[in-house]
C-alpha cells in the first residue's frame, strides 16, 4: 500500500499509534455506556427537585410576589420558568440514549403528563412542564445542570499512554532495525562482490541467530573464492604454457601459410578464452579505489586501439573525478570495444553524459543489433548469441564481465538496440 511507512521503524510506531487510539476510543465509548444510567438518574433527579422546587415556591409566594420570585431564580439558579400556550407544538426528543433515558426517569418520577423536551423554541435547555391549578408552566434548566462534563482528562491521560508507548515502540524497533541495517549494509557490499565485515552477535535470539548465519555465510565463501583462485592459478600455468608450445610448433610446421594462421589463430582464441574465464573467476575486488578522470581513461584505451589500427570515435561530456579502479574499468572497457568491433562492424563510437547526479558511458556500434528478449540472457556468463550478431571464439563472459566492473562501482551495464540499426552498451554510475 502506497500510504504505508517505508520503514519498520515508523510502520512499528503507526501501528502501536493506531491500535492505542482504538483502545481509548473504545474504552471511552465503554465508560459512556457504563455512565449512562447513573448520569441519567442524577440528571433526572436534579430536574424533578428542580421542577418540584420551583413549583412549591410559586405555590408559596403571594400572588404580588411571584414575578420578582421567578426573576429571582433566573438570576441567581439560571432557572427559567414560561407559561405554555394553547396549542403549543412541542418538538420530539432527539434520538440521543441520554437524553430519551433522563426523559422517561423525570416522567417517572413527576407523574404521567409531565412533557420533556430540549432546545425548544431554539432556546438551549432542558424543558420540564408542571401545572398549578388548571395553568401549565415549563421550567427551563440550563443545559449545564444535565450533563456530566466531558472526561477531558481521559485524552490528557490518553496523549501521555500514547507518548510512552511510541517512545517505548521505538526504542524497541531501534534495537531490531540497527542489527538488520548492519545486514542489509553487508548484504550490499556482498551483492556488489565486496568483503564484509563480521556482523555483531547480539540482541534477540533470532537476531543472533540471523547474524550468526550471515557471518559462517561470508566465511564460507571467502574460502571457496581462495580455494578458487589457487585452483585457477594453476589452470593458468598448466593451459598457457603447453599453448604457448604449440604455438611455437605450429610456426615450425612445413606447412602452407594459411593453415599455420588459421591454427596460430585457434590457439590465439583459446588463449584469449582463458585469459576471460580467469578474469571472471578472480574478481576485481582487490584493486583500490582512487579519484580518475573516466575521459582520461577511454582516451588512454582509444590511443591503444588506434596503435592497432583500430579507430575509435569519441564523443565525451566534461565529466568530475571519480572514484573508479582503473584497472577493473580499463578491461570494462576493453571488452565492451572488442564486442562492439568483434560484431558491430567498424564503426565504433564511445559517449559519456553527466546527468542528474550519474555518470553514463556508451559503447555504441552499426551492427544489426540483438532481439529484445535476448538481451537479458547475454549479460548471463557463458550466453553467446549464435545468430544476428554470429559468433566467434569467445567464452560468452565479456559482458557478464562489464557488468561485474560496472556494479563493483555501485552502476549497472544494460543493452539497447539503437534507431536505424546498432547496438548500444550503456553502463550508468552514481557520480561519486
Known sequence: MKWLPRTLLSRIMLLIALLLMASQYAAFRLYEYVEREPRATAAALQASSTVNLTRAALLAAHEDRRVQLLFELSQTEGVRVYPIADFEVVEALPEDPLIQLIAQKIVAQLGEGTVVSVNHFGLPGLWVSFSIDDDFYWVVIPKIRTELPAPWQWVEWGALMLALSLLGAYLIAARINRPLHRLAQAADQVAHGLKADPLPEYGAEELRRVSRTFNEMTVTLAQLDSERTLLL??????????????????????????MKSGMIQDIEDMDGIIRQFLDFIRGLEGETEQKEDLNELIRATAERYARGKKQLLLNLDALPKMLLRPLAMQRLLGNLIDNAFAYGGKNVEIVTRNQSGTITLSVLDDGPGIPEHEMGRLMRPFERMNTARGQDGSSGLGLAIADRIARLHGGHLTLHNREGGGLEARVTMLRR
Not at 233 to 258: F, K, W
Open 233 to 258: 592459478a594453476g589452470v593458468s600455468h598448466d593451459l598457457r604454457t603447453p599453448l604457448a608450445r604449440l604455438r611455437l610448433a605450429v610456426e615450425m610446421l612445413s606447412a602452407s601459410e594459411s
